[in-house]
């Protein structure tokens, strides 16, 4: 673990839509600076994600200055072009409780505009909305959180960390099986905010607390995969890897497993090339 790297840094600033790939990050409480404040929900204030959606794989969301965001579909069928619509920060008012995996949570609705392009895009009606105060609005599952602990929109936890070893040891066990024409498999499928590079394949499951670069993370447990690990990133189709191969190799109390979740003890500035280290 002595030469282990970050080799990547990711965020979805709408949850569900692709990733952006930077440099560096800003690490905050609840997460990286940027990540899963915004997400779609459904006409009954529930989350939309790639689990009802898959081809929300396909919209782009970048950050714009003071918070906001920039929606793009180049993807987009050429009949029914887009146009990219830049969506501020809705000012401050009233929140609504939305539906996040049987959770309520308070979120600001975004703009009309806002609203239009995305049931455009999905061809379905849904709306936007904006997580105002990750400081106060959503706990981390206190069955392993620590007091005080929150999260954006993310599904859990506030980071997401992979290994490449582990990738190669997975890929290479698909390879060997039924669905081996579905792989190799990239790593946006797991949709990972950091990811590492120097270890050995499933040296994650024995960490507790590492630190990346300055900055320090806590382990809160490993991470339990679903049906969007099986959606092509860049087309949006469903296929069947990795859960089939995940199911033989990584199956743990009923739940398959690839990756660890994150909690940050401290903040800071994490960068592409920062020492990842293991403290016991």
Partial sequence: MGNAVLRSIHIHPVKAFRRLTLPEAEVEPWGLAGDRRWALIDDGGKVVTQREQPLLACAVAELSPGGGIRLSAPDHPPLTPLTPLTVPVPRPGGTMPIDLFGRKVEAVLASDAAHRWCSAYLGKPVRLIHLDDPATRRPVDPDYALPGETVSLADGYPLLVTTLASLDALNS???????????P??????????????????????????????????VARPSGRCVVTTVDQRT??????????????????????????????????????????VHT
């Fill in 185 to 218: 498999l990239p790593m946006n499928r797991f949709r990972p905010n950091v990811v590492v590079t120097g270890t050995e394949a499933w040296d994650e499951d024995h960490w507790t607390r590492i630190s990346i670069g300055a900055v320090g993370f806590r």
């Fill in 236 to 277: 949006g189709v469903r296929g069947r890897e990795p859960l089939r191969t995940l199911a033989r190799l990584r199956r743990r109390d009923g739940r398959l497993l690839f990756g660890q979740n994150l909690v940050p003890l401290t903040t800071g500035t994490i960068r592409v090339g920062d020492p990842v280290r």
């Fill in 173 to 183: 066990a698909l390879a060997e099986g039924s669905h081996a024409d579905e792989g």
